[in-house]
């Protein structure tokens, strides 16, 4: 996330639109991904590591 935003500032910085609108989707994307790695260690956490992984059977 720090490394992309970085990237951003700087394609901003260097009026490069292009690379900032590209830079822009994947941090968008991998905040998905953040979102949901952090809802499994939640779960993981309530749940206890047995039953997070017999959900994941049953899903
Ligand atoms: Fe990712």
Request: hydrophobic content about 35%; charged content about 30%; glycine content about 6%.
């Amino acid at each position: 996330m720090k490394r992309l935003n970085e990237g951003i500032a700087l394609a901003t910085k260097k009026g490069d639109n292009g690379t900032r609108a590209l830079l822009e989707e994947i941090l968008t994307s991998e905040e998905e991904h953040i979102d949901y790695l952090e809802a499994q260690l939640h779960q993981i956490k309530e749940l206890g590591f047995a039953n997070y992984l017999a959900q994941q059977i049953e899903d």
